[in-house]
């Protein structure tokens, strides 16, 4: 049996390739991975500020700052100033946004159940549970500090 170790990265590699295409394939969008999750993430949280959902991704403000304007180019993100203060800039998507949104979820649905296919029921719901105690343990983990 390979380590766990070993099983995340090949995991992690084999899953980062099916979502490469996703974007050129199901929306005709050049989108980037990061342009991809920073989406997905202003929907999740509403309009949150640039910096916390950078902070979110792991991606230096810098490059956050460079993705998001690609985004503002493609019409699909708005940035406004903060009402409440001015430093702060909060994002939110526009209709062009939440629709190629739409598209990448209905074309990564059916790419995880297709994945999913072979497996039973319990080894589904097994795998899902077990992805969450992932999440809440990276979660712990990096609330914790290195």
């Known amino acids: 049996m390979e ?7 090949i995991f992690v590699r084999r899953f980062g390739l099916l979502n490469a295409t996703c974007c050129d394939e199901c929306c005709g969008q050049q989108l980037s991975m990061a342009q991809s999750h ?6 999740r949280v509403g309009s949150p500020a640039m910096q916390r959902v950078a ?4 991606l230096d403000i810098t490059t956050f700052s460079r993705q998001v304007k690609g985004l503002e180019q493609k019409g699909l993100i708005v940035r ?8 702060v800039s ?10 190629v ?3 990448i979820d209905s074309y990564l649905e059916k790419k995880i159940e297709a994945l999913f296919a072979a497996l039973t029921p ?14 809440e343990a990276l979660t712990s ?6």
């Open 101 to 103: 949104l739409v598209r």
């Open 80 to 87: 406004r100033v903060s009402s409440g203060d001015r430093r």
């Open 90 to 99: 909060l994002l939110s998507l526009t209709q062009a946004g939440e629709d």
């Open 55 to 58: 902070d979110e991704l792991g």
């Open 122 to 135: 319990f080894e589904r719901e097994t795998v899902t549970r077990s992805l969450g105690l992932l999440n």
């Open 3 to 9: 380590s766990m170790q070993e099983q995340l990265q």
């Open 141 to 146: 983990s990096a609330a914790s500090g290195p």
């Open 38 to 43: 920073i989406l997905s993430e202003v929907r």
